[in-house]
């Protein structure tokens, strides 16, 4: 299994995502169905993920920045001191 890892992580590094029914393949062989199930599944996103240069890292960091503050105020202030924390970050 570590070695399967290991390969998948280096497609993401190297934007590899023609490597990727290989490696599932190689995986199945070794019966580690687990690890491609999704795969299979969204098999045209994982590729497009492991093969194109975008990113939606800024957005995802966004949003879990904004919900970490709503967990934070649950119950403690109301939505104008959420606005304010919101738009002016500290």
């Known amino acids: 299994m570590r070695r ?3 390969a998948f992580a280096a497609m993401m590094r190297e934007l590899g995502g023609e490597r990727l029914e290989g ?3 190689a995986v199945e062989t070794d019966a580690l ?3 491609v199930a999704g795969q299979r599944r969204h098999h045209a996103a994982v590729t497009a993920g492991l093969t194109l240069p975008y990113s939606s890292g800024a957005v ?3 949003v879990n920045r904004i919900k970490a503050l709503k967990r934070a105020m649950y ?3 109301n939505l ?3 606005r304010q ?3 002016i970050p500290h």
């Open 75 to 77: 119950g403690r202030a």
């Open 85 to 87: 924390r919101v738009l």
């Open 80 to 82: 104008d001191l959420l």
């Open 23 to 25: 490696w599932m393949r």
């Open 4 to 6: 399967h890892v290991a």
């Open 33 to 35: 169905h687990a690890l």
């Open 60 to 62: 995802e960091g966004q």
